[in-house]
């Protein structure tokens, strides 16, 4: 739930400690192997903070000391999505008992796995941005996560959010996306 405060403080008023503080005590009151909130995606979204972060403010050494608990989740998720793809939350080491949630308006629809999906692909992809801009080489688990997760296509999506969520992936194109009446 932090992604677009954090968006906002930053756009306001650039580098702000209480955000540090935020992310800070949020990682360090869910070590691994826990999920944010057993929640995969609430995981996810703290990467995508940390993106936004570092590409809003650029602090390289907050960024970088939280790097190695990303990687952490990105293990985690491995453990979680087959060689077709299929992401499956009983194979994780992890608790996940919360499982496919992606929000409250898509919560037990049909469209919550694929924007379990298009989420981790969007943040994926987002990290490897971060990697780069960082100067480091590419996370040979991220590009094998998102080999993987691409391997399964999404039919029949029609969550605003998901909608959104899979434009921003590169998944669904512009286009499709226009087509897509919001439930």
Sequence with gaps: DMQPEVLSITDIFGADECVENALRMSIESTPLPAWFGNIPTYSFWMIQILFDY?????????????????????????????????IDYTRCPANAKKGFFLDWPTNRSKDR???????????????KKLYASLGMPES???????????????????????????????????????????S
């Design 54 to 86: 570092y590409m809003k403010v650029k602090n390289t050494k907050f960024v970088r000391r939280y790097l190695p608990y990303a990687e952490g989740v990105l293990h985690q998720l491995d453990d979680c999505v087959n060689e077709r793809g299929i």
């Design 140 to 182: 040979p688990l991220c590009n094998q996560l998102l080999e993987k997760l691409k391997r399964k296509k999404e039919r029949d999506v029609f969550s605003k959010q998901v909608v959104a969520l899979g434009y921003l992936a590169g998944q669904i194109g512009r286009e499709e996306a226009a087509q897509k009446e919001p």
């Design 113 to 127: 796995k694929a924007g379990n999906r298009y989420l981790y692909i969007f943040v994926l992809e987002n990290m």
